[in-house]
């Protein structure tokens, strides 16, 4: 089993995950796959403030932890969809940064950002010695970037802060893939704005394959005995919205509910 923890505004998956810094961002890692839904829980505005002064500041000192809220109820795990290659004679992805709504409390549309859809994204599955294509567009109304967290690539295929692409704007980047079997992710990486998107949803999986991996024998049918569990936390506010500038802390953004 394939499992990615984020929790905090900060991602790790399977322990190879780190953050990627970006200065006054503090560099996120927080993600989510999964819109579940969590009744019963209301956060005003003033539990946000008591929140982000309190509880916030035991977490600045690393040596508290925040108790979070359960989700209630029983709720479907939901597996990331498996991106399928445009072309059958050759390997094409098409990555769109799309922003929508995600139904995260039952009967409440909240505002979010999604590759491919309203929230999260994909998995995007490789093999090592494949050349690969990926067209990258961006459908949000400010910049974005796509970074392809933990693949080795060269700086102008890494999707950066200097490699913004305007909304509107597309890229298609070409590579062959040069390392063994990985669980990584892919993420935004505009300068000062990597955090909040990733906040709001904008997080894909990528797994990369070789023939090592499927030599092993382990559980490869995926979705069923193959699946990633993502977990974060998040604050919304009394209109059950994402609103990160509220509760952005620069040594790490923690929600009270998962």
Known sequence: MRKIALAAGIIASLGILGACSQGKSNDMKDMDHSPMKMEGMEHSSKDMKDMDHDKMKDHES????????????????????????????????????????????????????????????????????????????????????????????????????QSILKPGEEKTLEFKVNQEAATLWFHPHPHGKTAEQVYNGLAGLVYIEDDHSKSLGLPNDYGKNDFPLIFQDRIFDDKKQLNYSATMNTDGTIGDTY
């Open 62 to 161: 690393h040596s508290n932890v925040v108790s979070l809220n359960n989700s209630t109820g029983v709720n479907e795990v939901k597996v990331p969809a498996e991106l399928k290659s445009n072309k059958k004679d050759e390997v094409v992805y098409t990555v769109r940064a799309q922003k929508g709504k995600t139904e995260i409390f039952d009967g409440v549309q909240t505002n979010t950002y999604g590759y491919n859809g309203s929230f999260l994204g994909p998995m995007i599955r490789l093999e090592k010695g494949e050349t690969v294509k990926i067209r990258t567009i961006n459908e949000l109304d400010e910049n974005t970037t796509f970074h392809w967290h933990g693949l080795k690539v060269s700086g102008e295929k890494d999707g950066g802060p």
